[in-house]
């Protein structure tokens, strides 16, 4: 073991010894660059394009590159990027993961490897976790890339389709993660080309790599239309559900979160909705709305999971504790919360397109990223995405001072030292970050804090609107801030005048969270570029990660060291070692859970691709469709011939074809049984298309304009591809959510899922040919048709 860790350690050295030489070659041209004047840097861009235009590879220009974009950020900004930036710059570059700590300019260490990359004019596009911070960094940087000769646009969710295709359009452009996914799934609804915003995706940069690739990788991005439901089904089963006891009717999983009936609880139901079996197979949609119910009420917590405004359930992203704008829980869980905490119900809506971020992000031709906390997951970094995770040495030492985790007993005794901790450092002055997990955290302790007299700001998912000038001032002498994960992305605490001799700033976690990356995130806001400042996390045994995976260990564990466990304080290094194991335990858990959402996604994906890239084609096409459709018309008669005619010639099905015939191509009056008889099966096809033919050189004849001709056949296409995609779709979404069932039959639910999906698939693209073949033959033509 201790000699993997060492090759490990080591290759992580030899790479940055690699990277250095490259550095080394940057800062060389750096009195070359000073030396010429604001003209001539400038037109260095244009001479770059030039050169890449000639056969030079961007690898081959990175030094000169990265040197003029350095100089000119010295000159427009005031900074000029350090060694250990080049060094993160290059490892962007080269489409790997840059692991830099809080404070050491990762916004800064971005702009030479995007200068370098928007040179090819295919576009740079770099991602921030929330709009804020995508028109912040536009703005401040926009000023050195315009200055150099590149466009800058900024893609945001209130933009109409010509800013959002001029933003696109940009040498570089700035957006969020889920603004880029849904664009891309809206370019593929759309039915005219000039609808299109998106260019192909070339290179991307990933701020706050982690909590976009990775927490957010659970959540597929999807994009609904209204289904018909009922909403009365959500209020019964609500009321149900509020009428159970724990443990007599139902129990809870807090491992896996998972909840169910009891025997008991199965008799009640039974006699509430006036039924012989609850699980009789008639009782499917039932059964769905009362495990809704059930979750709603009992695992959903209110200001942890989501929070309720103006008459609205809104979900609170747990990684970060901002609102979720925009989103709501699939599957009917949303409705189901909103009838728990009575507020309107909105109709159900269905899947009318879907991408997880994983899929979504590997059809970059490049892709990287920068975060302060990716180690703990470059397994998953490298599975998933093929990118190595490089840790960039600070540019200081660090000077931080992190503690050890206190051990509390109970969530009373807990508080009650985080206050008086809280208390003493605000009254020596000492500014003071304390970290909650939950919005309902967040708020007690707010009350508690007001009790002992301590003036504090709060920032969590209710007033986050604030959170700049929240940030902007908690470093400042005597400063309290309470803050949700939210504080920990993005954003930079600076140290006020003389806090430094305080101690700098005291960072007070109240509890562990799931993941050691966003705990990390939280420590990372003390100490930033060799400041001073100290860690703290408070622990009971009573805390949400303690009571799923750590209690029974640690009470074992305080046994052993002869501790009574009411009055129990601890601060051990074995504490934070059994926490950080069961923090593992969480991690490897949700791993699983992405890497199977991608599984299943990956089913999804080929299938995407197809219609997709088929969509693209009929809308590009400028000639004529024909070359398509008629391959069309060929084996859909071809099917029907060929299933008619099976055995003897005698007991063929002549009538069948007859009646296809008449229904799906010709008049009636225009074809009889004896057009087909005495013919071989190949013969009958020949005929039919002969036909077909006729048929299409009749609606060419209608419409003498070749245009409208297109026109009409892309009308016909798309109409029947859309409406069985999206059908196709939110059947694929019933299919995952029942075939976890087959488990129970021995069989593989993915397996299973990829099977059933791929037989499907075949089915929808038989309906869709046949359909078009239907609707083009059979159609009657207007003058006027529009897609």
């Known amino acids: 073991m201790a000699n993997f860790l060492k090759q490990w350690v080591e290759s992580d050295k030899r790479e940055l010894k690699r990277l250095g030489h490259i550095a080394d070659r940057v800062e060389a041209r750096a009195d070359e660059m000073a030396a010429l004047t604001d003209d001539e840097l400038k037109a260095k861009t244009t001479e770059f394009k030039e050169r890449y235009k000639q056969g030079e590879t961007l690898d081959q220009l990175l030094p000169e590159a990265f040197a003029v974009s350095r100089e000119a950020a010295k000159r427009i900004l005031g900074l000029y990027p350090y060694r250990v930036q080049i060094i993160g710059g290059i490892v962007l570059h080269e489409g790997n993961i840059a692991e830099m700590r809080t404070g050491e300019g990762k916004t800064l260490t971005a702009t030479m490897p995007v200068y370098l990359n928007a040179i090819s004019g295919e576009g740079v596009h770099v991602v921030t976790v929330n709009e804020y911070l995508s028109e912040r960094d536009a703005t401040e940087m926009g000023e050195l890339y315009n200055w150099l000769g590149l ?267 985080v206050v008086a901790d809280i208390k003493q450092r605000h009254e020596n002055g000492q500014p003071v970050l304390v970290g909650t997990v939950a919005v309902e955290t967040s708020e007690l302790l707010s009350e508690l804090l007001d009790q002992a007299g301590v003036p504090h700001a709060v920032l969590n998912a209710k007033n986050h609107a604030l959170e700049a000038e929240i940030i902007m001032n908690a470093g400042q002498r005597g400063a309290v801030t309470i803050a949700t994960n939210m504080a920990g992305r993005g954003t930079d605490i600076k140290l006020g005048p003389g806090v430094k001799d305080l101690g700098g700033l005291a960072v007070i976690g109240t509890e562990r969270h799931e993941s050691r990356r966003i705990d990390n995130q939280l ?136 009646d296809y015939a008449i229904a799906n191509m010709v008049n009636e009056d225009s074809i009889s049984l004896s057009d087909l008889t005495g013919k071989s099966a190949s013969e009958i096809t020949d005929y039919l298309m002969e036909r077909a033919q006729a048929n299409y050189a009749m609606k060419e004849k209608q419409l003498y304009d070749a245009s409208q001709m297109l026109e009409f056949e892309k009308v016909v296409i798309l109409r029947v591809v859309d409406n069985l995609w999206t059908e196709h779709i939110d059947e694929m979404d019933q299919l995952r959510q029942s075939i976890g069932l087959r488990g129970y039959g021995q069989l593989n639910p993915l397996v299973e899922y990829q099977a059933d999906g791929f037989r499907m698939f075949k089915q929808m693209v038989g309906t869709i040919e046949s359909d078009i073949t239907r609707l083009f033959l059979k159609a009657e033509i207007r003058q006027n048709i529009k897609r």
């Open 151 to 417: 466009t800058v646009g900024l893609n945001v969710s209130n933009k109409t389709p010509e800013e959002k295709r001029e933003a696109y359009n940009s040498d570089i452009t700035y957006s969020t993660n889920s603004e880029l996914g849904f664009d891309y799934l809206r370019d593929n609804m759309v039915v005219y080309r000039e609808d299109m915003v998106q260019r192909p995706l070339n290179f991307v940069i990933v701020d706050e790599v982690d909590s976009i690739l990775i927490d957010e990788a659970r959540t597929p991005l999807i994009i609904s239309g209204q289904a018909t439901g009922t909403t009365t089904l959500y209020t019964r089963t609500d009321r149900f559900a509020k009428t159970l006891v724990e443990e007599d009717d139902y129990k809870v999983d807090l491992e896996s979160k998972t909840i169910s009936l009891t025997e008991e609880g199965i008799r009640k139901g039974e006699k509430y909705f006036g039924l012989t079996n609850l699980y009789d197979p008639d009782n499917m949609a039932l059964n769905h709305h009362l495990d809704n119910a059930l979750r709603a009420n009992y695992i959903m917590l209110r200001d942890k999971d989501y929070v309720v405004k103006e008459g609205e359930v809104l979900i609170v992203d747990q990684f970060t504790g901002r609102i979720m704008d925009g989103r709501r829980y699939s599957d009917g869980l949303h409705q189901a919360i909103e009838a728990k905490e009575h507020v309107d119900i909105e109709e159900e809506t269905k899947t009318m397109a879907n991408i997880t971020y994983q899929n979504f992000f590997r059809m970059y031709k490049k892709l990287s990223g920068m975060t302060g906390t990716a180690k703990t997951e470059k397994e998953e970094f490298r599975e998933i995405y093929n990118m190595e995770v490089i840790s960039i040495p600070t540019n200081r030492p660090i000077l931080r001072d992190d503690r050890s985790d206190v051990l509390y007993p109970t969530l009373a005794s807990k508080f009650n030292a």
């Open 523 to 658: 420590r990372g806001r003390a100490g930033r570029q060799g400041d001073p400042g100290l860690t703290q996390f408070y622990l009971s045994l009573e805390d949400d990660l303690m009571l799923r995976f750590g209690s029974e260990r640690i009470k074992d564990f305080l046994e052993k060291m002869k501790v009574a466990a009411d009055d129990a304080v601890i601060q051990s290094n074995l504490i934070t070692k059994q926490v950080e194991s069961a923090q593992k335990r969480v991690e490897g858990n949700n791993y699983d859970t992405r890497k199977q959402v991608l599984q299943y996604d990956d089913v999804m994906r080929e299938q995407r691709e197809i219609i997709y890239a088929q969509r693209q084609q009929v809308i590009m096409e400028e000639n004529s469709l024909k070359p398509v459709i008629m391959p069309i018309i060929e084996r859909t008669v071809g099917y029907v011939v060929k299933t008619h005619t099976q055995g003897e010639q005698a007991n063929w099905d002549l009538q069948g074809i007859l």
